[in-house]
């Protein structure tokens, strides 16, 4: 059974950073899209970052480009997020998503199939 577990999410300052993580388990395939997507309250869920395990083809949404880099360790199963110069507008339930087949890895036509249960990211001014 495939699972994705978030951590890392918590409080800082705007300007600040966190790293947000996500462990996988569940299956062995060697090629997955991976993202990080967000949710804050009453918005819609936005795709932030994805990135081809396989390959480490990364895609990034323009609200977070440059101040965000998504990672994977494939030795540990692990997905990041590394946050930098963090903003209020940042503040949302961040999750991570896999596609295990996918025929393409970007933040638009990608589907993922599994998801995390969330990790809270409040950013204040």
């Known amino acids: 059974q495939v699972q994705l577990v978030e951590s890392g999410g918590g409080s800082a300052q705007a300007g600040g950073s966190l790293r947000l993580s996500c462990a996988a388990s569940?299956?062995?395939?060697?090629?997955?899209?991976m993202g990080w997507f967000r949710q804050a309250p009453g918005k819609e869920r936005e795709g932030i970052a994805t990135i081809l395990t396989g390959g480490g083809d990364t895609d990034y949404a323009d609200s977070v480009k440059g101040r965000f880099t998504i990672s994977r360790d494939n030795a540990k199963n692990t997905l990041y997020l590394q946050m930098d110069s963090l903003k209020p507008e940042d503040s949302a339930m961040y999750y991570c998503a896999a596609d295990l087949r996918p025929s393409l890895c970007l933040l638009q036509g990608t589907e993922f199939t599994y998801w995390g249960q969330g990790t809270q990211v409040t950013v204040s001014s």
């Open positions: 569940g299956y062995t395939y060697r090629r997955a899209c």
